[in-house]
């Protein structure tokens, strides 16, 4: 079982800067792909940002592709979100996930295996 918790939520005004952070449990989260998700009040979870076990591959959703950077340090079994740049619209719930037998960088939520308790991100305008 792999524990996932997230941190460094909190409240920013637009244009503003956040870095969440995601510490795994586990002597194999390198070989985890590891998103991050987000939901927002009244809305469905979608996904924000993947990257690969290794760490070369990424992809983001169109709305925060410039904006958001997923990185990760398999030394220290964590992945972040560098979020820049925020925008109200950007308001949610973010969860960190965790896909134990990656093909690829999964994109859709069922695809991922382990889930954090989500820290909770507010944009002010």
């Known amino acids: 079982q792999v524990q996932l918790v997230e941190s460094g939520g909190g409240l920013v005004q637009a244009g503003g800067s956040l870095r969440l952070s995601c510490a795994a449990s586990?002597?194999?989260?390198?070989?985890?792909?590891m998103g991050w998700f987000r939901q927002a009040p009244g809305k469905e979870r979608e996904f924000v940002a993947g990257?690969?076990?290794?760490?070369?591959?990424?992809y983001y959703v169109y709305s925060v592709k410039g904006r958001f950077t997923i990185s990760r340090d398999n030394a220290k079994n964590t992945v972040y979100l560098q979020m820049n740049s925020l925008k109200p619209e950007d308001t949610a719930v973010y969860y960190c996930?965790?896909?134990?037998?990656?093909?690829?960088?999964?994109?859709?939520?069922?695809?991922?295996?382990?889930w954090g308790q989500g820290t909770l991100v507010t944009v002010s305008s």
């Open positions: 996930a965790a896909d134990r037998t990656p093909v690829a960088v999964p994109l859709r939520a069922y695809e991922y295996d382990y």
């Open positions: 586990g002597r194999t989260f390198s070989t985890y792909a």
């Open positions: 990257i690969s076990s290794s760490g070369g591959s990424t």
